[in-house]
């Protein structure tokens, strides 16, 4: 079954440019206030046990933010929202899992996740392929009666179908 929403690459693309933005300086900020020079003329984190709040800024940014409200910052403002194949929301490990391959993901400008985000019938990238998730928002659909302009949960879509809440017809994407 294919969801009717739209693989979303400009919002998908701003909104991780947003969060991974947010990301880079705590990071900058991280390794300039407590980095050490180097002779390279940057800065070393090197057995310096600060250096682990890296680590854990992601895991708490991506991972459990997502899990606990099914979005990031960056999602949040671009009305997307990251939920499971089933419509529901998704479990730490399955943000964990999304996130543990943005690597892969993000290879070369993106050009991975652009692939399988544009050929896949959800429009998943390897992460959300990995975790059995998917992205969803931003949508919104007319009603075929009374042309209420509604948003529709993951579960609409899903079934590819919902019923207007303004006139209670059936309709069908």
């Given amino acids: 079954m294919t969801i009717a929403n739209e693989p979303k690459l400009l919002k998908r693309t701003a909104a991780i440019m947003l969060d991974y933005g947010l990301y880079l300086i705590f990071f900058t900020w991280l390794v300039i206030t407590y980095g050490v020079p180097n002779d390279e003329g940057g800065y070393t984190l090197s057995n310096d046990p600060k250096g682990w709040w890296i680590l854990v800024a992601w895991l708490v940014y991506f991972p459990v933010v997502e899990s606990i409200k099914g979005q990031t910052l960056g999602k949040f403002i671009?009305?997307?929202?990251?939920?499971?194949m089933n419509g529901k929301s998704i479990s730490f490990?399955?943000?964990?899992?999304?996130?543990?391959?943005d690597v892969l993901d993000?290879?070369?400008f993106g050009i991975v996740a652009f692939i399988t985000v544009k050929n896949t019938p959800h429009h998943q990238r390897?992460?959300?392929?990995?975790a059995g998730t998917i992205v969803v928002g931003g949508d919104d659909f007319k009603c075929s009666s009374c042309r209420e302009q509604l948003i529709l949960t993951?579960?609409?879509?899903?079934?590819r179908q919902f019923v207007c809440s303004a006139c209670n017809a059936a309709n069908r994407i």
């Fill in 78 to 84: 671009l009305g997307l929202r990251v939920v499971s």
């Fill in 106 to 108: 993000f290879f070369f």
């Fill in 126 to 130: 390897v992460g959300d392929l990995f």
């Fill in 154 to 159: 993951p579960n609409e879509l899903r079934n």
């Fill in 93 to 101: 490990v399955q943000a964990f899992k999304r996130h543990l391959v």
